[in-house]
């Protein structure tokens, strides 16, 4: 079955660093890839996306290239902000509707 | 929009109650989700539902659960018996389209969520 694995966190970080967030998946055919971010108290919002290999989704700052020969499709951001601080989450959908999420990576970010 | 809103926010219960959580999707929307979040086992998806029919039930985790949506604006997700180990957030969700077997994706739309914690 689809499964999505992505570095555990918390990752500290200052304000202005650069960011890097692992996400690797299993699955079978061609998913389409994700990046979901929630903010204290919230629900999940759309942070990326790409639907096929080589696309590379942005948003915010963010970006993530779906990378099927190494499976991966890593967030990457030049200069984070406290306000990114945040938890994320890589996922995945198949050809079903449903996603399959990753168990989410902690972001803290410090003046 | 209003997006989609859950009810009530935050709710505390005693073991062997029942509870019963309430979502609205957005208006429109053909597909609403229903997902539990916990420490331990993170995101799940629990059921889901097309056009007010659930399609996949399989990730509900025991026949105390059970979940409706009698009509496109309304779904509720209830525990009966409540225990402990059911406290969790529960996050409901919504999209417009993404049929199954097209390969096609709609971005769900995420609830505030339910943070449930049963005593």
């Known amino acids: 079955g689809n499964s999505v694995t992505q570095m555990e966190g918390p990752v500290t970080l200052s304000e202005e660093a650069f960011l890097t967030i692992n996400c690797t998946y299993t699955?079978?055919?061609?998913?389409?890839l994700f990046w979901y971010v929630q903010y204290p108290g919230e629900g999940l919002q759309l942070l990326l996306k790409a639907t096929k290999a080589d696309d590379k989704g942005s948003n915010k700052g963010f970006e993530a290239t779906y990378r099927k020969e190494t499976t991966s499709f890593h967030l990457e951001k030049g200069s984070v902000q406290v306000s990114d601080s945040a938890v994320y989450f890589c996922?995945?959908?198949?050809?079903?509707?449903?996603?399959?999420f990753g168990t989410g990576t902690r972001l803290q970010v410090t003046l | 929009d209003a997006g989609v809103i859950q009810s009530p926010r935050h709710e505390v219960t005693e073991m062997g109650q029942e509870v019963t959580l309430r979502c609205k999707p957005i208006s429109g929307h053909d597909y609403l989700f229903w997902y539990r979040q916990t420490m331990m086992r993170g995101l799940e998806l629990l059921i889901y539902?097309?056009?007010?029919?659930?399609?996949?039930d399989s990730g509900m985790p025991e026949d105390r659960f059970s979940a409706k949506m009698p009509n496109a604006s309304f779904s509720t997700l209830k525990i009966q018996p409540s225990e402990p180990r059911d406290s969790a957030v529960y996050f409901c969700?919504?999209?417009?389209?993404?049929?199954?077997?097209?390969?096609?994706?709609?971005?769900?739309?995420f609830g505030p969520g339910t943070r449930l914690t049963v005593l």
């Open positions: 699955a079978t055919g061609y998913p389409s």
């Open positions: 539902f097309n056009n007010n029919v659930p399609i996949d």
């Open positions: 996922a995945l959908t198949g050809t079903a509707s449903k996603l399959t």
């Open positions: 969700a919504s999209s417009l389209g993404g049929g199954i077997g097209t390969g096609s994706y709609n971005e769900q739309f």
